[in-house]
């Protein structure tokens, strides 16, 4: 009799921990209470932000990230003089952004002001977060078939913070993590009920995906191979060919008024972007350092204190915690040569000059040059390995604006920072191989392993940038694998019949 009043119970939980997942009306409240408090977090996360570095704060809401400019900038300028166009610092830039992150800004710009703009595209992006985490809740609880394990990562969403940390960045950061992961959610629905509506929000989102991140066009290849592996034979080639086909037409779509725009204004034709660089403004003894520490397999980005492009900056963001590694030094130059490498390039930014910078990309590129004959099987082999460490290993909260140092630090803050690192770490270590086990079983899992192994090749190995933001994409596939290894842990060690 106990036995029994335990299964009906466990059964009544498991209903109504269920209907969370089921019932329409529980997954709008669910959505609902998640918005509400990622953006009481969102504003917690901007109070501290801002008490900081009250510079960043454009709006209640919103804070400026490094690219800001070039994105809400560019749309700013079109709603006051008619030209969408960014200012690099020496020139305006006509095609370095597509406007497709800034249009909803836009839209808001028509009838709201610039801070009551902003303050809307933030909501807009926690509310894309919330929507984001009902689906990925969703999903694991489809997978599992587990009211709790989908309700457990309800709760880790909610506490973590990596995304909400963009969600209040003027950038598409949070946006472009979003729509990748309901993505996932409706390639993952897709494949098993192969509806049609399912591979139309698929080929809009996807297209929309691109055009915030061209470098996610890649992804269309993927989603076309996970066609093959549904429809498997050679009868189903017509039927993969048109489902290829209608992926790729919103994308087409999307960026033909920006070919046509660009051809009218510039003579150009410029699909996505006018260069990689998206028209910065980088000197060529710029871009040569940046080789020559990617080569070192150390850290280029000036605003890091603890990385070897900060020794470069005059307008590093406090004093650089970081010293010279000793065996990036060769016969042809020497710690001293660095040395006065750092001073020359300093006085360039400060003093710019042509003939200058010229004189110094010859000499950085001479380096880079021994550097590599000296250390081939360093630079090919090793510094990658370095640059992905870089880009992969850390405390996994430092990007908080949360420090013993800061003037708004409570000694309570020091638990958010910890919980933050526990879920990366625990992530990282566990979710990773559980991708590759997860692919091994069943292809329907190759979109979610393809994302992280892509973002190591693109960005630590082939670019060398070992920036969070660029890696942050993967971090909610890594979570995905890391729940389900508990999942299986749970079943298969611990033997629990049904959790």
Not at 74 to 96: D, L, P, Q, S
Not at 137 to 154: E, H, P, R, V, Y
Not at 156 to 171: E, P, R
Not at 264 to 280: D, T
Request: charged share 15%; with cysteine.
């Amino acid at each position: 009799m106990l036995m029994k009043s335990l299964e009906k119970k466990h059964h009544a939980i498991f209903v109504t921990l269920s209907s969370v997942f089921t019932i329409p009306r529980n997954v709008f409240l669910l959505f609902v209470v998640i918005f509400l408090i990622k953006i009481c977090t969102g504003y917690y996360l901007h109070y501290l932000a801002t008490c900081e570095r009250p510079e960043i704060k454009i709006s209640t809401l919103a804070i400026a990230g490094g690219d800001t400019f070039s994105y809400t900038g560019a749309m700013e300028n079109y709603f006051n003089t008619g030209k969408y166009y960014f200012f690099n610092g020496k020139e305006n830039v006509y095609a370095g952004r597509m406007p497709h992150y800034s249009i909803p800004y836009y839209f808001f710009r028509l009838f709201l002001n610039q801070n009551q703009s902003y303050n809307a595209l933030i909501i807009f992006q926690l509310v894309m977060e919330s929507f984001s985490i009902v689906l990925f809740s969703m999903l694991i609880f489809k997978i599992t078939q587990s009211a709790s394990i989908g309700f457990a990562s309800i709760i880790i969403q909610i506490f973590n913070l990596s995304t909400t940390h963009y969600s209040i960045q003027a950038t598409p950061e949070s946006l472009s993590i979003s729509l990748l992961i309901i993505i996932t959610y409706l390639i993952y629905t897709y494949y098993h009920n192969r509806k049609f509506t399912s591979l139309l929000f698929i080929s809009f989102l996807l297209a929309w995906l691109t055009c915030l991140k061209p470098y996610f066009i890649i992804l269309y290849p993927i989603v076309v191979l996970t066609f093959c592996s549904i429809y498997f034979g050679y009868e189903n080639i017509k039927k993969v060919s048109r489902l290829s086909i209608t992926l790729i037409f919103p994308l087409l779509i999307f960026i033909l008024p920006w070919v046509i725009r660009n051809e009218i204004v510039l003579n150009k034709f410029i699909p996505l972007q006018i260069s990689v660089r998206a028209g910065y403004n980088y000197t060529k003894s710029e871009l040569s350092l940046k080789r020559l520490i990617h080569a070192w397999g150390e850290n280029s980005h000036f605003w890091e204190p603890k990385s070897v492009g900060c020794l470069f900056s005059p307008y590093a963001e406090g004093p650089c915690d970081y010293l010279l590694p000793e065996d990036i030094y060769t016969k042809k130059y020497t710690k001293e040569d660095i040395e006065r490498l750092i001073i020359r390039f300093k006085n360039l930014i400060q003093n710019p000059s042509s003939e200058e910078d010229s004189l110094l990309e010859n000499t950085i590129e001479g380096y880079r040059t021994a550097f590599i004959e000296e250390n081939t099987v360093r630079f090919y082999f090793l510094s990658p390995m370095e640059r992905i460490k870089n880009c992969m290993v850390h405390s996994g909260s430092y990007y908080l604006p949360i420090s013993s140092s800061f003037a708004c630090y409570k000694s309570y803050q020091f638990l958010i920072k910890f919980v933050q690192s526990c879920i990366y770490w625990f992530s990282l270590l566990v979710g990773l191989p559980m991708l590759f086990m997860l692919v091994i079983k069943s292809k329907q899992y190759l979109f979610m392993l393809f994302i992280p192994v892509y973002l190591i090749l693109l960005f630590p190995i082939s670019f060398g940038l070992q920036e969070l933001r660029y890696f942050h994409g993967a971090f909610p596939f890594f979570l995905f694998g890391s729940i389900l290894f508990v999942h299986k842990f749970l079943i298969k060690i611990v033997k629990l019949k049904s959790i």
